[in-house]
């Protein structure tokens, strides 16, 4: 089955083709500086650049896959969760060419697409990350986790999801991005926190793992945020103010910290971010006992998180599955065509074209 893949759920105006798992094509525009001055998208903008963008990106797409749009069996599209005006404008192209072309038209939850994002295959059916659709074994968990989300689900069949837990205020990779800003780096932090954490000691300081004895499989990282700019206000000698939601907004909280000090304070922030994270995990695996842990979402691409699962995988005989390579882990339409093989084998598809809007809020389950 040949799919045409939309994803405009943030400021990324991506588009993939593919046949059955195969992807023949991922072009993805973002060139627009659609951020502003405290790091968030700004959705007017990324609206403006989808529009603008789509009909190139969706041209480019085509032709680096070589073939028509005569050829394409079925439109997919995110619907959500995502920014309203920018999913809209993906929707409002997936519908007119569904309607042109009369092809059939696929709604995706971006976050499904994330965690089908493993089993994108390259154009020869090689898959990326070693993992074919007959490796996959029930029970398994899957993880997402990224700019909005951090979301443990107990699946048992392709396509259904009991939601175990998930944060219950800031995501983690908002964390990463949080934090980030603290301490003078661009949005989104991810990497670059990443990359300052390898010159730092991560004992330097002794920051939170929130929600350690909940008893449940939820996360907490707000709590963490705030113990870092506490850490920071200590080192600035500031004592007077209590920070507050206004004082995350400032650019220049870092200011007169050492290098080594920034490093120690990425590095000391990850490893309690990550501990915090890995603590629920293997809090879950003992619980559910399950064949394969499948994790998908931007904050996959840190390497440290990597090697710490693998080390929890290794022990608990857990198979460990994310994406390969990086474009895959972060925002990319290739895991929507992914995922919108999984609803056509459901026959989800959209019977009313018309009926499908966008749903910012939207969740697995
Ligand atoms: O999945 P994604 O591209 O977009 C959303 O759906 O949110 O994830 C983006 C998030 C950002 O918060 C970014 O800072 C984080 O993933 N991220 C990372 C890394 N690369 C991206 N977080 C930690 N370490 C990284 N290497
Ligand atoms: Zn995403």
Redesign the pocket.
């Known amino acids: 089955m040949k799919i045409l893949a939309i994803d405009t759920?943030?400021d990324d105006t991506s588009v993939a083709i593919s046949e059955d798992l195969r992807i023949l094509a991922n072009v993805s525009w973002s060139k627009f500086k659609t951020h502003n001055d405290f790091g968030g998208v700004i959705p007017t903008e990324a609206k403006r650049q989808h529009k603008e963008f789509l009909d190139p990106v969706i041209a480019e797409a085509l032709k680096v896959s070589k073939l028509s749009i005569e050829d394409i069996d079925a439109i997919a599209v995110t619907y959500g969760p995502g920014l309203a005006i920018a999913l809209e404008a993906g929707i409002e192209k997936a519908k007119e060419l569904s309607k042109k072309y009369n092809k059939k038209l696929i709604g995706v939850n971006?976050m499904i697409g994330?965690i089908y994002s493993s089993l994108a295959q390259d154009e020869s059916g090689k898959s990326y990350s070693g993992i074919s659709i007959s490796d996959i074994k029930f029970p398994l968990l899957a993880l997402t986790i990224?700019?909005?989300h951090t979301d443990l689900y107990f699946m048992e069949n392709h396509m259904e999801f009991k939601r175990l837990g998930g944060t219950i205020d800031d995501a983690v990779?908002?964390a990463?991005?949080k934090v980030g800003r603290m301490i003078g780096l661009g949005f989104?932090?991810?990497?670059k926190?990443?990359t300052l954490a390898k010159d730092g000691d991560l004992n330097a300081y002794d920051f939170p793992r929130p929600m350690a004895n909940s008893g449940d499989l939820n996360w907490s990282f707000s709590g963490l945020k705030t113990a870092v700019l506490y850490q920071i206000k200590k080192l600035q000698n500031v004592y007077e103010s209590k920070p507050d939601k206004k004082e995350f907004r400032m650019n220049d909280a870092s200011m007169n910290l050492s290098e080594k000090e920034i490093s120690d304070l990425a590095a000391s922030f990850q490893e309690a971010a990550l501990e915090s994270l890995l603590m629920k995990l293997r809090k879950a695996i003992s619980q559910y006992s399950p064949k394969m842990l499948v994790i998908g979402?931007?904050?996959i691409?840190?390497q440290a998180l990597r090697n710490k699962l693998e080390k929890l995988c290794d022990i608990s005989k857990t198979k460990l599955v994310y994406p390969i390579p990086m474009w895959l882990c972060?925002?990319n339409a290739s895991m929507i065509a992914i995922a919108a093989n999984f609803y056509a084998k459901n026959n989800l598809y959209i019977k009313d074209i018309d009926s499908l809007d966008r749903i910012p809020g939207l969740e697995i389950s």
């Not at 989104?188 to 990497?191: I, M, S, V």
């Open positions: 759920s943030c971006h994330h990224s700019g909005g990779g908002e990463y991005d989104p932090a991810g990497y926190l990443e979402g931007g904050v691409a840190n972060t925002d």
